[in-house]
């Protein structure tokens, strides 16, 4: 049973949008960070954006910044992201992460501070 699911992955235009959403289980007892990353193909996979589950407080890649946004929503155990203005280079296979154990502190950015992944969902983008 998944922990983490993403849908709203898709086929779009070069300037188009799309939403993503991820689901956590009502398993996941303690949601400190969720995050979203994205790997295309040949390449490792990159940090996107993240938000903290408590705060609110967000952190945005440069790739993406001013683009994208992050945001969540704590009733329905969900984290959305809205990418805008997609552009060819966004394809790639898009995760939803987070963080479930407590630590005294967390690289956002880095995929080695999250413990939970989704199997990803696709985002194509064409010229």
């Known amino acids: 049973q998944a922990q983490l699911v993403e849908s709203g992955g898709g086929l779009v235009q070069a300037g188009g949008s799309l939403r993503l959403s991820c689901v956590a289980s009502e398993r996941i007892a303690n949601k400190y960070l969720m995050g979203w990353f994205r790997q295309a193909a040949g390449k490792e996979r990159e940090f996107v954006a993240a938000i903290s589950w408590v705060g609110g407080s967000t952190s945005v890649g440069a790739s993406v910044r001013g683009r994208f946004t992050i945001s969540r929503d704590i009733a329905k155990n969900t984290v959305a992201l809205q990418m805008n203005s997609l552009k060819p280079e966004d394809t790639a296979t898009y995760y939803c992460?987070?963080?479930?154990?407590?630590?005294?502190?967390?690289?956002?950015?880095?995929?080695?501070?999250?413990?939970?992944w989704g199997q990803g969902t696709q985002v194509t983008v064409s010229s």
């Open positions: 992460a987070a963080v479930t154990r407590f630590g005294d502190t967390y690289m956002w950015s880095a995929t080695n501070s999250y413990d939970t």
